[in-house]
């Protein structure tokens, strides 16, 4: 499969642990970009890595998220101190230089 | 602030019928215009993706127009089967980054 791969799927934890979550795009897509969708809405901007660059970040990406996407590859982000609050659905898509994106599986957080 | 809004929130058809699903939005500076569909628990599956210089896209039984002026696009359905319920949602990309804008998405049950 050539599509773009989440991992995990799915991820429970408890109220102030930390987590991490990989995407893996589609090869040779240079752009690379987060989303969060929360139950019975649409997915919101997280940011978005042009090879290894962060380019763009939302206001949502409070300063308890970072982002990497080191040599321009697979990228993960990380959730410090979770909170109830951040349980959602975490959704990575990957595009070349046009516009077109193309979505990953998702990663399901649920925190207790 | 580019602004999304999906009408109806749900819609129950029963199978064979024709359907029209609406996308409508506040800032007409757009890009590009992308149909997904997301199945429970899953992934975005790109269905059609229309440039701002283009009105309309076709694949197979679905048709997607689109009108800058009046900020609308609809997603024609033609023929539904029960294996097309899903939420369909609509995805604006312009001047506000790299990344989409979603709209909250239209449930569809298509009954056999």
């Known amino acids: 499969d050539t599509g773009v791969s989440q991992d995990p799927r799915h991820k429970i934890t408890k109220r102030g642990q930390n987590v991490t979550f990989r995407c893996d795009p589609i090869?040779?897509?240079?752009?690379l970009y987060w989303y969060r969708q929360t139950l019975g809405q649409g997915p919101e901007f997280l940011t978005y890595?042009?090879?290894?660059?962060?380019?763009?970040k939302s206001r949502l990406l409070s300063d308890r998220f970072s982002a990497e996407r080191p040599k321009g590859s697979f990228s993960t982000l990380e959730i410090q101190r979770t909170e109830q609050g951040d349980s959602a659905m975490y959704l990575c898509?990957?595009?070349?230089?046009?516009?077109?994106?193309?979505f990953g599986p998702g990663t399901r957080l649920t925190v207790t | 602030k580019q602004e999304v809004t999906q009408i109806p929130a749900a819609l129950s058809v029963p199978e064979g019928e024709n359907l029209v699903l609406n996308c409508s939005f506040t800032?007409?500076?757009?890009?590009?215009l992308q149909w997904f569909r997301q199945d429970p628990g899953k992934g975005l599956t790109s269905l059609l993706l229309i440039q701002s210089s283009q009105r309309e896209q076709t694949s197979g039984r679905l048709n997607a127009s689109l009108d800058k002026s009046s900020g609308r696009s609809t997603l024609y359905i033609a023929a539904s089967q029960p294996g097309d319920s899903a939420t369909y949602l609509c995805a604006l990309g312009g001047n506000y980054g790299q990344n989409f804008v979603f709209g909250p998405g239209t449930r569809l049950s298509v009954l056999p």
């Open positions: 090869s040779e897509h240079n752009r």
């Open positions: 800032d007409s500076a757009i890009y590009n």
């Open positions: 890595f042009q090879n290894e660059a962060q380019l763009e």
């Open positions: 898509a990957s595009s070349p230089l046009g516009p077109e994106q193309y």
